[in-house]
Every structure is written in C-alpha cells, then in structure tokens.
C-alpha cells in the first residue's frame, strides 16, 4: 500500500478528552514497560532524598516502569491541587531539561492547570514577564539559582506557591520540595479519578515565543492542538499496519530517546514528551547537551530529535576523531565520498555496493557505534539543515529526516516519511495539515523543482488559536482567503509538484539586491556546514549589486592543515597580518 493512503486510514488512537488522559490511558496499556530512565550524580534530586524514586548510580542510568510514573505523577498531582490549583489555573515550570519536568508538566495537567513554561536562560526581567503575563498562580523550579531569580521579582508576581525540584526542604512556608508535594498527595490518593476533565479546546499550554524581535508573546495551545498533533506525527511514523513486515523504522513501545533539548520549547515538548509517552516509548533524560555523545553510549537511543547545529557539531566530533592520522582522514574522506555516491545511485552497481560495504566496515559501523549503536533515524527541525551535510548522515547509514514547524502549530507541520525521505526538502505535509503559498511574499525567489514559491500558509486542527491579550498581533497573524483562515509563518519556501516542502528562507531574511533579484542566505551559509575549516558563515548583500559573504574560520582546524603543509601560520590568532 502506498504510504501516503496509509497514513491517511492508519488511527494511532491517541486523540482522547486531554493530554493527560492520553498518558493515563498509555500508562496503564504499558505498566510493566521502561518509562523514563534518569542518570546519577546530576542533580540533588528532593524526589530521592523523600524516598519516592531509587537512587541512580553516579555517572549511570537508572529507570522508572510506566506503572511507577503513572503512580507517581497521580500523587504530585493530587499534591498540586492540596495547594489550591484548579482547572485553568496557571502554573510555570522554570527548569532544565530532566524526568522531573515531566513529572510536573503531566500532573499539572491532570490537575487540570495551563502550564506555562520560562526558558531557565531567562533574565530577571525575562522571568518575570514570563510569570506574570499569564497570571501564573505558581511555579516550579529546578533548583535554588532559579529560585532566587524568581524571589528577585517576586513582588511583581502573583504567586501562591513554589516547587523546587532539588535540595531539601526550604525555610519558607509557601516553597516545597516535590518530595514534599508527594506525600501531600500521597495523602489523598485521588485513586483512578486522578486525572481532571478538560474539553479539547481547553487551554493546555502557554508556550511563549523567543522574542528575539521584540517582547515574548504566549502562543495559546489547546488540548486539541498537542494532540491533533500527536496523532499527526504517529501516523507518520508509528507502527502501521502496512508496516508489520516491512523494513522501515518506526516510533512504538519499544524505542528509545534521548531527551536533551529544552522542554520549554515546544519542538522537544511535542516530539521527545507527549508523542513518546503515548507510543509507550522510553525517554532517558541526557545530563546535559555538552555530554550528549557520552549518554548515548550509555542509552543506545533508537531515535533523536535535535537541531541542525547539534548534528553539525556531532559530525565535526565524529570528522575530528577520524582524522586523528592522515591515513585515517583519507580513508573518512574516501568513505563519505562512497556513501555520497551510493546514496545518489537509483540502481548502485556490484562494485558500488562492494565499496560500500568496506566503507561501512571501516568507517560508518564506527560511526554509528559512536552515536549509541542502536539508531534508527535522527529527526531535525527548528533550523535549516545542511542538504550535503543531511546526504552524509544517510549514507552513513544514520538516516536525518528533516521536518518543519513553529510554536503556534503546535508545532510539526511537515517532515520526511521513513519510506521516502528526500534530501534538501522539510518533507510534505502531516495528515490533516493544509498548506498553500502567497507568492506575493518571496517574489523574485526562483523555483528550483517545478513548484510554487512564496510565503507558506497552514491551516490545521495544530494551528494554535491565537497569543495570549494581543488580538493585533493575532490578525496579523493569519489572512482570510475564501472564507478560510490561514496562519501566516512568515518562511518562504517551495511546495515541489510531489507535494513535498522545502524550505527557502525566512521572508525577514531575504536579501534583495540593487538588481532586484531576491537570494536566500541560508542556503549558502547551510552550504558550509560540512567544511571543516569554516565555523561560521554570514551573507551579505542587500541592496548590492553582488552577494557577500563574512567567513568566521575554525582556527584549529586551519592551524592543523597549515602545520601538515608546512606552513608558519602565525602563534597569535589575533594576528591577521600574516
């Protein structure tokens, strides 16, 4: 059956009343398998020092079982509403990424609470914002560093009560420990009616952009939006039916993620929380991204979500230690060459196959060792990756699938199927999602397949509803076209004649030379990612009559190359005389 009408009548049985009846329901359908697992020696965890979860061994993995965190996220949620939360109360989490900000997101929605989440590189101004825009009620926190920049603002806030993930027990009245929130609710085991009713079009979530342009706005999504989404992304790539006795990776009970990007975001919220845990899969929580290749060793994810710079750094890591002799660069470099080929190749010959094998005896099982050994796919998003860069993860064998999405979708809107990844496009539409073009916006941008270019427009049930008391900025947001309403995601791309996306550039980004002619920067700057000598790459060019570019060069790489040639490059880098 053709993957696409698959999708289309595959039902993953994830959409129910609310997000955490979703989880209630996984949990008990998968109470005796792996949940979490958690590493030792990170974090002065309260939920340990309270007896609720065993201790992890230092430096090592230990696991919690979908029966125990279900019982878990129960008590802390009947613990939060002994502190007064009720439905549609808002409550902040303000935390790394680790298995108690799970806990915390799943029983605060049980309790039938918004949870609204504050980025832990947040200022004091920042965090402030974050808390009182909503009208937060509460807050849970990692530790006492982000406590003390919440008690800075306090007296601008609203706050009832604060949960600190870590340490003992606090001097203050109103600030518990989630060891001490459990036994709250411990003692009014709430039993099976734990979990609140919402109605999908509840408020879930207040998930407020960088604000990188200006101040952060709260992107209101509901129950129907995450979950709707969840359903989305599972047709794509959970356990289908057609399937069962085909070679294709998917996402289902038994695979494994590592978690490490910010859980605040919603790109990790979605694709490393919710959808795991009603595949009932398991998510093990990384101590940190500097340790990323380390915990995969220890975790032997099959899957990972990531951005495009962490996949860059990655291959730099794996380029570097490969070329630690010159023998060893030129049998990499021979490798990647063969991958690239054999990739390209519709119908590889038997001495392309040959090549192929001895390159991924040599090099690439290598390589995938290095990355845990177990992997199955990567999925990227929230950046534009590298084609070149995206063409040698899958001819290593460690196949990229590049997808596409933004805070107010909830937020995939498109992505690479297994079955048919095509290198240099974000993937055609999920299930349910609508997409269309102005091409007033990007005009000038050639088409580079045949398709239609110009700004991207979704309509979807993942489409958020609109930002939190900005009613301009939400019209402005969206346009009306035939009686229909439209989110404007301000990307220009290209939607190709086979129905899948690529991605061009942001419209703000253009550069629009004196000629008239518009060029898309990203796609030369995506160009150098994989050249060992280039850290960084910016493009210049608007209103001249040429393009540009500021080179930013990895001075040890450089360094390296000029002393294997015989070079004298000179002691101080700073030196750009010579």
């Known amino acids: 059956m053709d993957w696409r009408r698959a999708e289309r009548e595959h039902d993953p049985g994830v959409t129910r009343d609310s997000l955490a009846a979703t989880f209630d329901a996984s949990a008990r359908e998968h109470a005796d398998r792996t949940a979490q697992r958690y590493k030792g020696g990170v974090y002065d965890r309260s939920l340990v020092r309270a007896g609720v979860v065993d201790p992890a061994p230092d430096g090592a993995f230990a696991a919690l079982t979908y029966g125990e965190l279900r019982d878990l996220v129960r008590g802390l949620s009947a613990g939060f509403r002994e502190l007064g939360v009720a439905a549609g109360d808002r409550v902040g989490i303000f935390a790394g ?56 603002v306090e007296d601008g806030l609203e706050l009832e009560f604060v949960v600190l993930l870590d340490g003992e027990p606090h001097e203050r009245e109103d600030v518990y420990t989630l060891g001490e929130l459990h036994e709250l609710g411990a003692a009014v085991d709430p039993g099976d009616g734990w979990v609140i009713d919402r109605d999908l079009d509840d408020l879930a979530s207040l998930v407020y952009t960088s604000g990188t342009t200006g101040t952060p706005k709260g992107a209101e999504l509901t129950h129907r939006n995450f979950l709707a989404n969840v359903d989305q992304c599972l047709r794509r790539f959970g356990a289908r039916p057609d399937r069962a006795d085909a070679d294709v990776p998917v996402v289902d009970e038994h695979s494994v993620t590592l978690s490490f990007l910010p859980l605040a975001h919603v790109f990790e919220r979605l694709a490393g929380h919710f959808m795991m845990y009603a595949a009932g899969a398991t998510v093990a929580y990384a101590e940190s991204a500097d340790t990323l290749r380390e915990d995969l060793g220890l975790v032997r994810p099959t899957t990972l979500t990531s951005v495009p710079r962490v996949y860059e750094k990655l291959y730099a890591a794996i380029r570097e230690r490969a070329s630690e002799s010159a023998v060893r660069a030129r049998v990499f470099e021979w490798a990647t060459e063969v991958g690239r080929a054999h990739r390209r190749a519709d119908d590889p010959g038997p001495l392309l196959r040959a090549r192929r094998a001895l390159a991924d005896r040599l090099v690439f099982s290598t390589v995938r060792e290095a990355l845990g050994g177990e992997l199955d796919f990567l999925v990227s998003g929230g950046g534009s990756l590298s084609a070149e860069l995206c063409e040698l993860y899958h001819g290593m064998g460690v196949p990229v699938l590049e997808g596409y999405g933004l805070t107010e979708t909830a937020p995939v809107v498109t992505v690479n199927p297994p079955e048919e990844p095509t290198v240099g496009t974000i993937g055609p539409p999920l299930h349910g999602v609508d997409v269309r073009v102005d091409d007033a916006v990007g005009a000038g941008v050639e088409a580079e397949a045949g398709g239609e270019v110009g700004e991207l427009l979704v309509r979807g049930p993942n489409v958020f509803r609109g930002y939190r008391s900005l009613p301009a900025e939400t019209d402005a947001a969206f346009v009306e076209i035939d009686g229909e309403r439209w989110f404007r995601t301000g990307d220009v791309v290209e939607i190709r004649p086979d129905g899948y996306v690529a991605f061009r550039e942001r419209a703000k980004h253009l550069l629009k030379l004196s000629t008239g002619k518009y060029v898309p920067p990203g796609a030369v700057e995506d160009a150098f990612a994989a050249v060992e000598y280039v850290e960084q790459v910016l493009v210049v060019g608007d209103g001249r009559r040429f393009v540009s570019a500021l080179v930013v060069p990895d001075l040890a790489a450089v360094r390296e190359w000029g002393e294997s040639k015989g070079g004298d490059l000179p002691s101080d880098e700073s030196d750009t005389g010579r």
């Open 97 to 152: 990424t680790r298995m108690e900000w799970a806990h915390s997101d799943l029983a605060l929605l049980g309790a039938g609470a918004v949870v609204t989440t504050v980025y832990t590189a947040s200022s004091r101004e920042q965090v402030e914002h974050l808390l009182a825009d909503p009208g937060a009620s509460g807050v849970v926190v990692g530790n006492r560093d982000l406590l003390d920049r919440v008690t800075a």
